[in-house]
Every structure is written in structure tokens, then in C-alpha cells.
């Protein structure tokens, strides 16, 4: 998770999807199979930007912006974020025009696009999603490795803390535990400007699938092609989450990164791109 300062892709266009009284801002390129890019908490649409570069001449490509970035909006500042995002991405699987589409998500987006195939399975082809934060599957299994690494966070009483939530402090501690320590220290003023921009809407976010209790046997129930990736340098949290995931899904196939963190999917592009598009090929 992170922020993102990329360029619109060339050659990409942006427009407004309405859903009844909000709109999401979303970057369209590309033809052929539709696919929908669903982004990570802090980082907004831009985030795929290599994909749109690497994808376009292949795929029709849809990438959202979530509520509270760039101009999707407007968003409500309260409890339920992910239900509310997830209204929002399946307006925008409506508005592709496609019977099926593939999803791809990141991290929040990637729970947002769980949920969304969840709830629109005849709708969705296959579902790709790198270290979804599912964290219901760790507190409904009571997963030992998972829980022992976010008991600090149960017990932190200004994590979940609706004053302070999404300041400088609480973005710190979200970057540098998804990153490694010091990371938000490291980052280049903009950087840490955008995350400030939306820190509250990721607070938000952070919260809805924190405190989230969908258990394995809910994602039971899709049975569609689902690729779950995760980095073995990430967060034992990450890790046992995307296993768990997998475990769970009838068509799920797991996928491990080496020399990998949660941030792959822009970090190691390359790999994380060609291990999605072999499986939208093969299921194609």
C-alpha cells in the first residue's frame, strides 16, 4: 500500500460512471476481453498505469477510481467503506458493456473485487487478486500465525481511534507495517502529501476489512477461476490471508513471489503481469 503520482497512460482516456447519487472516475483504454483494475488503499487508478502500458494492445481495460480518489465521490466519511466501493466497482462492471469481465485487484481492491464477484458471479469470468485483505478468514479460523502478527493492533486503542485515524501517525504506521519500518520516512515529500490527501478515506478503508468477519466458508461460494498471489516477504498477515483465501475458493489456484513484498504488483510488475495474464489465458 502507498501512493501513487503516475501519469494518465497514453493514449488512455478518463470518464465518469454515475451510480445513483456518486460517480466514479475511471481510466478506459485498450480493446479486446474486458478486464476491471481495482487499486490498493492509497494509491488511486494511476496505480496501473504500467498494466495500461503493458495490456492496452490486448485487452479493453477499466480502472476505477474508489470513492474519495480523484474525482469519484462523493464519499461519506463513516463506518462500511468496502460495501459502499464495492456499490461503486459493480456500477462499473455494468457500465463496460461486457457479459463477463476479468477482475484484477490490490490488496483493499483486491477485497473489494472478492466481494464484488461474490455479489455479481454471473457477471465475472475470472478473479485475480494479489494478498486481498480478507482479514475475517484469520479472526474466523483464529489462524494462530495471522492473529499472533495483528494482536498489536488489537491492542493499540489509537489504531482504530475515529479521532485520529488517517493522520500523519496513523499513515506511518499503516505504510511502514505493509512496507518495513522507516519506509514512510524514506518516501519523497508528494508522496507523503498524496497518502495525506486521502488518509482519511484509507482509515476508512483499513477499518471496514480490519474489523471485517466474512469467513472462508462465505468465499465458498465463488466459483469462478480466482488467482490468489502473495509475496513470501510480506506480512505473515498478507501471507496466511491469500493461503487461507485460496484454501477456500473451490476454483482457486495460490501463487507465491519470492523476494517479494505486499507491494509486488508495482514492484515486481513484470512477474506479477505475466502470472495474471497466463491465468486469464488459460481460462480465457
Not at 109 to 117: I, K, S, V
Not at 198 to 221: I, T
Request: negative net charge.
Amino acid at each position: 500500500m502507498g501512493t501513487s503520482l503516475n501519469p494518465i497512460p497514453p493514449g488512455a482516456r478518463l470518464h465518469l460512471v454515475s451510480h445513483g447519487e456518486r460517480q466514479a472516475e475511471v481510466i478506459e483504454a485498450g480493446q479486446g476481453p474486458v478486464v476491471v483494475l481495482v487499486h490498493s488503499s492509497g494509491m488511486g487508478a494511476r496505480q496501473w498505469s504500467r498494466t495500461f502500458r503493458a495490456w492496452s494492445a490486448r485487452y479493453h481495460l477499466f480502472a476505477p477510481n474508489l470513492l474519495g480518489y480523484g474525482r469519484s465521490g462523493p464519499w461519506i466519511d463513516r463506518h462500511g467503506a468496502i460495501d459502499e466501493d464495492v456499490a461503486l466497482l459493480r456500477a462499473v462492471i455494468h457500465a463496460t458493456g461486457a457479459d463477463r469481465v476479468h477482475l484484477v485487484g490490490h490488496s483493499y481492491g483486491g477485497a473489494c473485487a472478492l466481494r464484488a464477484a461474490l455479489d455479481e458471479p454471473e457477471r465475472v469470468h475470472t478473479v485475480s487478486v494479489f494478498e486481498p485483505t480478507a482479514f475475517g478468514v484469520l479472526r474466523a479460523t483464529n489462524d494462530a500465525e495471522g492473529m499472533a502478527e495483528i494482536a498489536r493492533f488489537d491492542a493499540d486503542p489509537d489504531f482504530m481511534d475515529a479521532a485520529r485515524g488517517g493522520d500523519a501517525e496513523w499513515l506511518r504506521a499503516f505504510i511502514d507495517y505493509w512496507n518495513q519500518p522507516g519506509f514512510w520516512e524514506a518516501m519523497f515529500d508528494a508522496q507523503r502529501d498524496a497518502l495525506r490527501a486521502v488518509g482519511r478515506k484509507v482509515f476508512r478503508e483499513v477499518a471496514s476489512v480490519f474489523n471485517d468477519d466474512l469467513p472462508p466458508a462465505a468465499y465458498a461460494a465463488l466459483r469462478v477461476p480466482t488467482l490468489v498471489m502473495y509475496g513470501e516477504g510480506s506480512t505473515v498477515a498478507g501471507r496466511r490471508m491469500a493461503q487461507l483465501l485460496a484454501d477456500a475458493l473451490p476454483g482457486g489456484e495460490l501463487e507465491a513471489f519470492t523476494r517479494a513484498g505486499h507491494m509486488a504488483p508495482l514492484t515486481r510488475a513484470r512477474q506479477v503481469l505475466g502470472r495474471i495474464e497466463a491465468h486469464l489465458e488459460r481460462h480465457g
